[in-house]
């Protein structure tokens, strides 16, 4: 009597524990999933914001291109490369609309309550994608800018104070993108480890 009832109370503390153990692992996939929610919120509206605000430059640099150029009281070197700026930048602009489209529609893919799978294939995807637009923009880009701007700077026998104040705006410029591709880097990071963590759990 007294091994039955041990074997009794040993069966329903093992399902005790079991209990516990889905219980923490439920609890533990909810944390991962939220998160991972949170830092796909944040590039979402790092995206969201980014294709807004190019959305809204292109008509503004339309007009300013169409009406306000020639209103422009500068010599013609300098016209010339305000008007290669102003152009460049719609070039830039219709271009950054298509790309962070693209961003927004892959990261709308990622959804934490359905497949683990295709999750982490969206989040690689992005995840090259911004590799991708960060090499483009160091070593092609940034390059490119300096290389125009210089070229018009010297044909146009700017100030030295000018120069500093042009050389302080562009460094400025650069470690904000810096530090912007950390943030990214980080949030994508964070969504990958959670996911590879829930990845393992479920092949326990």
């Known amino acids: 009597m007294n091994l039955e009832n041990l074997k009794s109370e040993w069966s329903a503390m093992n399902d005790r524990m079991e209990k516990q153990e889905i219980l923490k692992e439920k609890m533990f996939c909810q944390i991962l999933n939220t998160k991972s929610d949170k830092s796909l919120n944040r590039l979402m509206a790092y995206e969201v914001v980014s294709?807004?605000?190019?959305v809204l430059f292109i008509p503004a640099l339309i007009y300013i291109?169409?009406?306000?150029?020639?209103?422009?009281?500068?010599?013609?070197?300098?016209m010339s490369f305000l008007r290669t700026v102003v152009i460049g930048s719609i070039v830039c602009m219709v271009i950054c609309v298509v790309w962070y489209g693209i961003k927004v529609f892959v990261l709308l893919k990622i959804d934490f309550t359905k497949s683990l799978k295709n999750n982490l294939l969206y989040i690689k995807k992005y995840a090259i994608y911004i590799k991708y637009e960060k090499l483009i923009g160091y070593y092609f880009l940034i390059p490119l800018i300096v290389v125009i701007s210089t070229f018009?700077?010297?044909?146009?026998?700017?100030s030295l104070y000018?120069?500093?104040?042009?050389?302080c705006i562009g460094i400025a410029a650069m470690l904000f993108t810096i530090y912007f591709?950390?943030?990214?880097?980080?949030?994508?990071?964070?969504?990958?480890?959670?996911?590879?963590?829930?990845?393992?759990?479920?092949e326990k």
């Open 51 to 54: 294709l807004i605000v190019s």
């Open 65 to 78: 291109h169409k009406f306000k150029t020639n209103a422009w009281q500068v010599n013609d070197t300098a």
């Open 152 to 158: 018009y700077f010297l044909k146009m026998h700017i």
């Open 162 to 167: 000018l120069w500093i104040s042009i050389s």
């Open 181 to 202: 591709y950390r943030l990214y880097h980080k949030n994508i990071s964070t969504i990958q480890q959670n996911l590879e963590e829930l990845r393992e759990l479920e």
